[in-house]
């Protein structure tokens, strides 16, 4: 009913620059907060950057200054714009959204998406 899709993930050298989106589509009522999080080889899932609907964001300590969050609610679409990447950014970033589906208007349902390499290298 609902899928979450992420792109833009690739190589990039330390100090470089990339962007991400997640793109949501199905059988959307509305789409509430949306979440970045990252999960580096043997380390545990983390939340990157949140936003709202109503265009609020927060931050982990370790991007803040770096990356931006931001979302475009027309297109159901949340983009994560991270500069001066790090060695330490590298890790499959991953799309997390509060949904509500017109098939369960009473409810809202958190929906991940499939994940996006991000390889921070020389």
């Known amino acids: 009913q609902v899928q979450l899709v992420e792109s833009g993930g690739g190589l990039v050298q330390p100090g470089g620059s990339l962007r991400l989106s997640c793109a949501a589509s199905?059988?959307?009522?509305?789409?509430?907060?949306m979440a970045w999080h990252r999960q580096a080889p043997g380390k545990q899932r983390e939340l990157v950057a949140a936003?709202?609907?109503?265009?609020?964001?927060n931050y982990a300590d370790s991007v803040k200054g770096r990356f931006t969050v931001s979302r475009d609610n027309a297109k159901n679409t949340m983009y994560l714009q991270m500069n001066s990447l790090k060695p330490e950014d590298t890790a499959v970033y991953y799309c997390?959204?509060?949904?509500?589906?017109?098939?369960?208007?009473?409810?809202?349902?958190?929906?991940w998406g499939q994940g996006t390499q991000v390889t921070v290298s020389s």
């Open positions: 997390l959204a509060g949904i509500t589906t017109h098939q369960a208007m009473w409810t809202t349902q958190n929906y």
């Open positions: 199905g059988s959307i009522f509305s789409i509430n907060s």
């Open positions: 936003i709202t609907s109503g265009g609020s964001t």
